[in-house]
C-alpha cells in the first residue's frame, strides 16, 4: 500500500516537473559561428522575412543582382541548434553551380527571434516562410524552387514537401526517420526509463508541438511526397544511424526518391560537400530539367 502510495506521489512530482525539465533539457544553444558570405567572397544581401507568431527570421540571399533571366533557387535550413552560417560549404557549392542559395535561421537560432519553443514543426513553418519569400525575388524561378535541410531542417524540409505540390525537388541530408524513435534512442543513452518519464516527455512534448509524432515522422511524410527528393546519409553516423535513412528510402512512394549512402562520413555530413558535391549537383541539374518552363 506505501509502495503504490510512494510511486502515485513520484509520477505526480514527474508531472508536475514536467514541462520545466523537458524545456531545460530541450533548449537551444544560439550558434556562435561568425563566417558569413562575404568571407567566402559570394555576392549577397542580408534579409528578414517574417515567419509565424510575429516572428523575424535573418538570413542570408546568394545570388547575382543583374541576372537576365530567373534561376533556380535553394532555401537551405540547418540542423537543431545550428545556425545558416554553418551551411555556407552548401552555399558555395551551389552559387558556383548556377543556383541562387536562400540560407536562414530558424527561430531561436542564429540571429533570428526568439519564440517559446522550438520544434521540427516550426523548422518546417520557418522554411515555408521562406519559399513564399522567395517567390517574390525578381531573380528566383518559383517553379524551381529547391529545398536543402541538414537533420533537423532535413526532417522539416520533408515534412514541407509533404504538403506541397510546387517544389522542383528537396535534399535531406542526416534525418531522423522517426522522432520518437530518435528520442528514445536519446533517452537510453542517457538511462533514462522509458516508463513513466520517458511515456511522460514523448506525451507532453507531443502535446506541446500540436502534432503526434507519427503525423510528422520523415518514414511516414515521404509517402506524401511528389517531388523528387534526395535522402544523403552518412555511414558512419552515430547521432542518427545509416538505418533510420534506409527506413525513409524503403517507405518511398515510387521512384522519384534516391538514396546516397557516404563512405567515412558522420552526423555532421556538411564537411563532406567537398567530396560528393557532383552527385549533389547531379540530383538538382536532373531535377532542374524537369521544372524547366
Known amino acids: 500500500m506505501y509502495a503504490l ?8 512530482v514527474l508531472i508536475a516537473s514536467a514541462p520545466w525539465l523537458i524545456r531545460r533539457a ?14 567566402l567572397k559570394l ?44 551551411m555556407l560549404p552548401f552555399a558555395t557549392l551551389l552559387y558556383q553551380a548556377g543556383y541562387g542559395v536562400l540560407l536562414l535561421d530558424a527561430r531561436n ?9 522550438s520544434s521540427m514543426p516550426r523548422f518546417a513553418e520557418d522554411l515555408e516562410h521562406g519559399l513564399e519569400w522567395l517567390k517574390e525575388q525578381p531573380q528566383a524561378d518559383p517553379h524551381r524552387l529547391f529545398l536543402l535541410g541538414h537533420s533537423v531542417g532535413a526532417a522539416a524540409s520533408l515534412l514541407l514537401a509533404s504538403r506541397r505540390r510546387d517544389l522542383a525537388g528537396v535534399i535531406s541530408i542526416a534525418s531522423f526517420a522517426h522522432p520518437r524513435e530518435l528520442m528514445r534512442r536519446q533517452m537510453r543513452s542517457n538511462h533514462i526509463p522509458y516508463y513513466p518519464v520517458g511515456w511522460l516527455i514523448l506525451h507532453y512534448i507531443e ?4 502534432y503526434s509524432f507519427d503525423e510528422i515522422a520523415p518514414c511516414n511524410t515521404i509517402h506524401h511526397t511528389s517531388c523528387p527528393v534526395l535522402l544523403v546519409h ?36 556538411i564537411n563532406a560537400v567537398s567530396r560528393h558535391g ?3 549537383l547531379d540530383f538538382l541539374e536532373k531535377s532542374t530539367s524537369l521544372h524547366n518552363p
Open 207 to 210: 502535446t506541446t508541438i500540436g
Open 26 to 39: 530541450y533548449r537551444v544553444p544560439r550558434c556562435t559561428a561568425t563566417d558569413t558570405p562575404a568571407s
Open 109 to 117: 537560432h542564429g540571429n533570428s527571434d526568439s519564440d517559446s519553443f
Open 43 to 86: 555576392p549577397y544581401r542580408d534579409c528578414r522575412i517574417p515567419t509565424v507568431n510575429g516572428k523575424q527570421l535573418v538570413g542570408w540571399f546568394i545570388v547575382k543582382q543583374d541576372l537576365e533571366d530567373r534561376i533556380p533557387v535553394v532555401a537551405v535550413m540547418h540542423g537543431w541548434g545550428g545556425c545558416a552560417a554553418q
Open 5 to 12: 502510495i510512494s510511486l502515485a506521489a513520484i509520477v505526480l
Open 234 to 269: 552518412g555511414k558512419t553516423d552515430h547521432f542518427i544511424p545509416v538505418e533510420d535513412a534506409e527506413t525513409i528510402y524503403a517507405n518511398r512512394p515510387g521512384d522519384n526518391i534516391h538514396l546516397l549512402l557516404l563512405e567515412h562520413t558522420g552526423h555532421n555530413s
Open 278 to 280: 557532383e552527385k549533389v
